[in-house]
Structure formats: structure tokens, C-alpha cells
């Protein structure tokens, strides 16, 4: 029976593994007991067993269970939100709902607070930004000329790269694509810079 036991609980620990792989979110205890067919009570039982071995923690929460592996994995990754969808063309309205986070190891982006908008348009197609790409951006009020930023003007946001046109004494929101012209404003608020782009290669 000690066999059987340690054999379930190795067992009860890989499939919360593998469910946070898959998923990033470990199982319920309910999701366990009706993975091995076995009662609610009988599963806390076990996870207790292994909270006290060090194998688990738990937090008490619905799907507060971690392991080692699990904890390991954190600390190396920013789980990063999605925020919403982003013109490269007409400016849209950033969202603010998140949809859903997406974990990225934190030695690809260094330091910072980062968010992720869905690119929609045409206007960046020769900074290599197609509509449905991932923009992971660096949240930051500032930028230097030539970066790529997400930029407020007025209640739209819009991702350009940026200029200064001391000129006109206005702020230039250049698109990368040759169809399109230059935007100008008076002033804008730069919402972060964009660092990296997700996207399909088919």
C-alpha cells in the first residue's frame, strides 16, 4: 500500500506539472480527484502529505498548488498581460481589460513593467509588425528618437515610431509603411516602447 500511495502522489504531482505547462495554471483539487478517480477528501489527504515532504505548497487558494519545478519556472519567466489590440493604421482605443497573460523568461526582456498589445493595421509592415502580431511593449513615459512607442492622442493610442520635428515644433508619429503619410501633434503621451514582437511565421 506504501507503494501504491508514493506511486500516485509522484503520479498527482507530475500531472500538476504538466497541467501548468500546458496551461500555466496548476489544477484544481477537484480537476485531481477526477483525474485518478478519486475522492476530493482523498486528494487533499495526499497534497497535504506532500506539503509536509516540501514537495508542494499550497496556498489555499483554487488552484493555489505549486511545486518545486512550478516555483522554479516563476521565477524565471514575467508573466506578461494582454492588454488589448493597437492600431498601425487609424488610431484605436487601447483597452484596458486584460485577456489573458503570457509567460515570457525575463533574460529576453531585462528589467522593467511590460504589457502586450495586439497589432492591427497596415502602418508598420516595414518594422516587420503585421496585423496579429504580439507587440510586447516596456511601459515608460519617455522615448528617444527613433524608437517605435505606443502613443496617446487624445483617448487613441496608436503605435509609431517617433520623432521630434523641431521644424514644426511637433511631435512626428512616423509609420513604417511607404503609403502612408506622417502624423503630427501638438503633444502626445507616450504609453512604453516596444521591444519585441511575437508572431506566425505561416
Known sequence: MKGKNQSLMDSIVSFIDNRYM?????PSMREIAEKFKISV??????????????ILSNNSSY??????????LASNMNHIPIVGTIACGTPL???????CYIPIPRSLLGNGNFFILK?????????GINTGDYVIVRQQNYADEGQIVVALTGDDATLKRYYLDNDRKQVRLHPENDAMEDMYFDSISIQGVAVKVIKNLI
Open 119 to 127: 497589432a492591427n493595421g497596415n502602418s508598420m509592415i516595414k518594422a
Open 63 to 72: 488552484r493555489g498548488l505549486s511545486t518545486n519545478k512550478m516555483t522554479k
Open 22 to 26: 500546458e496551461t500555466y495554471q496548476a
Open 41 to 54: 477528501s482523498t486528494v487533499k489527504w495526499y497534497i497535504d502529505i506532500l506539503v509536509e515532504k516540501g
Open 93 to 99: 482605443f487601447a483597452e484596458e481589460n486584460i485577456e
